[in-house]
């Protein structure tokens, strides 16, 4: 079966290539001020493997918006960089079948803001980024994004309601962002090894 979600949490090879022409930059670039690498640890609380419970809104943005598929799995968050970069190891399945992908998220210290791009491994498709960064421990992103043909807006938020615990929402909005309708929801939990 395929899910129509579009994004979450990922992107795969174009994302790895960004960060190695990024990291064989020439030497002689003056580096950011120290100030503009505030946020780059912000998801250093991630780093590990997490159990995911996942529902998944079946027809995001369409009259028939209370079908939701089950999935279960795991996450597994990667630093790369120093933590400039991390990647998401996204597997979980359920009944109406598999969800395997990635999330790249890479901090811009000239912008003091993440992008996430996801990519589902089943077509190895990057989506449209979402950016943004976190305040008071909330992680807010928005996006750009199409459906069905028809530009949308992308939400994605993350919270912690506790240490190992953490939640993710996407939503879409097909109205400029007046109103959100939710299609993702990720509840993950930290497995302690």
Known sequence: MTVPY??????????LLLIATAASGDAST???SPTSFAGQQDFAWEIGTWRSTVRVLAEPLSESADTWLQFAGT???R???????????FEVSGPNGRIDALNMRLYEPQAQRWS???VNIRDGLPTPAVYGGFRDGAGEFYGDDQLGGHPIKVRFLISRPAPDEARFEQAFSADGGTTWETNWLAVDRRIRR
């Open 6 to 15: 579009r994004r979450t949490l990922i992107t795969g090879l174009s994302a």
């Open 116 to 118: 996430l791009t996801f």
């Open 75 to 77: 996450s597994t968050v």
């Open 79 to 89: 630093p790369l960089l120093d933590g400039r970069a991390n990647v998401v190891e």
């Open 30 to 32: 003056s580096p950011a």
